[in-house]
């Protein structure tokens, strides 16, 4: 497993703009494909992006795309996830997520359980 420590959520008013960060630990970091859920009080868990490290594609939800922005700094083994434009419905705890090195993900979008590392999650919320 990879340790996933994430950073960065907080109180924001709508229309403003957060950058999550998620450090990860170890050195397979280019290996791995990692990502972010989120989960609203009394709202099932929510993916909302992810990229393939190696290759550096990535992939969105149809409800952030063109809002939320997926990108990695491979020298610091950090992935973030720039969020624009927020919005009340936005308020959720967001997690990062990494697969297992060298796994795949045969279907999109992806599952909670095609990762094997998850972080603590970090509090976003967003206030009319």
């Known amino acids: 497993q990879v340790r996933l420590v994430e950073s960065g959520g907080g109180l924001v008013q709508a229309g403003d703009s957060l950058t999550l960060s998620c450090a990860a630990s170890g050195r397979t970091f280019n290996r791995l494909i990692m990502g972010w859920f989120r989960q609203a009080p009394g709202k099932e868990r929510e993916f909302l992006a992810a990229?393939?490290?190696?290759?550096?594609?990535?992939y969105y939800a149809d409800s952030v795309k063109g809002r939320f922005t997926i990108f990695r700094d491979s020298v610091q083994s950090t992935l973030y996830l720039q969020m624009n434009s927020l919005k009340p419905e936005d308020t959720a705890v967001y997690f990062c997520?990494?697969?297992?090195?060298?796994?795949?993900?045969?279907?999109?979008?992806?599952?909670?359980?095609?990762?094997?590392?998850w972080g603590q999650g970090t509090q976003v919320t967003v206030s009319s």
């Open positions: 997520v990494a697969t297992n090195p060298g796994q795949t993900i045969g279907v999109l979008p992806p599952q909670w359980t095609d990762f094997g590392s």
């Open positions: 990229m393939n490290l190696n290759s550096g594609y990535s």
